[in-house]
C-alpha cells in the first residue's frame, strides 16, 4: 500500500482538504462575498482549526484588509462559507497585519467572544 500523490475527498462527506478551504469565498447570508480564505490556521495543541484568515476589500489582489475568523463562525455552502454579519461590519473594522496573522491564546478568546462562540479549548 503506498502513499497517494493526491487526496480524493467524496462529496457527501465532513473532511474537506485544506487546499480546498484556501480561496474559498466567504459571502454574507445576503450572498455578498465578503472576500477569500487566505489561511486556514490550525492548533496543533488541540488538533483544530482554530480560525482563518480571510482577505477583504481587494482592489486587483492588492490593498486588502485581513481579517481573523473563528472556524465555528462560518457555514460551509456549496463550496463557499457563510458568515452571518453585514458587510458593512468590516468596512471600518481593524484587520490583522499583513504580515501577522498569528494570534495568541488571548487574542484567540477575544475573538471567539466578538462572535459569541465559546472557545474549543
Not at 483544530?48 to 485581513?66: P, Q, S, W
Not at 456549496?78 to 504580515?99: N, P, R, S, W
Request: proline share 2%; net charge negative; glycine share 8%.
Amino acid at each position: 500500500m503506498g502513499i497517494s500523490e493526491e487526496i480524493k475527498v467524496t462529496m457527501d462527506t465532513t473532511f474537506v482538504p485544506v487546499t480546498e478551504i484556501r480561496g474559498a469565498r466567504i459571502l454574507t447570508v445576503k450572498g455578498e462575498e465578503l472576500g477569500n480564505i487566505k489561511e486556514v490556521m490550525i492548533d496543533s495543541e488541540y488538533g483544530r482549526i482554530a480560525y482563518v484568515v480571510f482577505a477583504c476589500d481587494c482592489t486587483l489582489g492588492v490593498n486588502c484588509k485581513f481579517f481573523a475568523i473563528p472556524w465555528g463562525a462560518l457555514k460551509a455552502n456549496l463550496g463557499d462559507y457563510i458568515l452571518k454579519v453585514d458587510k458593512e461590519a468590516f468596512e471600518t473594522a481593524e484587520g490583522l497585519d499583513e504580515d501577522a496573522w498569528t494570534l495568541d491564546r488571548n487574542d484567540l478568546a477575544k475573538l471567539y467572544e466578538q462572535y459569541k462562540l465559546h472557545p474549543y479549548w
